[in-house]
């Protein structure tokens, strides 16, 4: 069975970084998709990125394109999401979850919440100056 815990959220000033981690472990654990997602306060949950099995293709949401990276080391593993130009408005708990996937072309989080079926518990990431 897959678990996914996640870690490295914090505070953080306007223009800052910060590097998110997602360990996975149980069977198999480079065949699932993995996507972060994320929910502030008072919104509805969202996707930011997702990485497919082998780390061929990722995918971004508009919001986060050109700030954030999705990368992936089977060996660990891990995935991460390195998040740079941080702004208040990226204020959120940050989840990843998985999805079975070992011959997915390509991964989606776009209105996607539904097709993954193991989540991790969050990391709050807080962008304040």
């Known amino acids: 069975q897959l678990q996914l815990v996640e870690s490295g959220g914090g505070l953080v000033q306007p223009g800052g970084s910060l590097r998110l981690s997602c360990a996975a472990s149980g069977f198999a654990v480079d065949s699932y998709v993995i996507g972060w997602f994320r929910q502030a306060p008072g919104k509805e949950r969202e996707g930011v990125s997702c990485?497919?099995?082998?780390?061929?293709?990722?995918t971004y949401a508009d919001s986060v394109k050109g700030r954030f990276t999705i990368s992936r080391d089977n060996a660990k593993p891990t995935v991460y999401l390195q998040m740079n130009s941080l702004k208040p408005e990226d204020t959120a708990v940050y989840y990843c979850?998985?999805?079975?996937?070992?011959?997915?072309?390509?991964?989606?989080?776009?209105?996607?919440?539904?097709?993954?079926?193991?989540w991790g518990q969050g990391t709050q990431v807080t962008v304040s100056s």
């Open positions: 990485v497919t099995s082998f780390g061929s293709r990722t």
């Open positions: 979850a998985a999805v079975w996937g070992p011959l997915r072309p390509a991964c989606t989080v776009i209105s996607a919440q539904g097709l993954y079926t193991t």
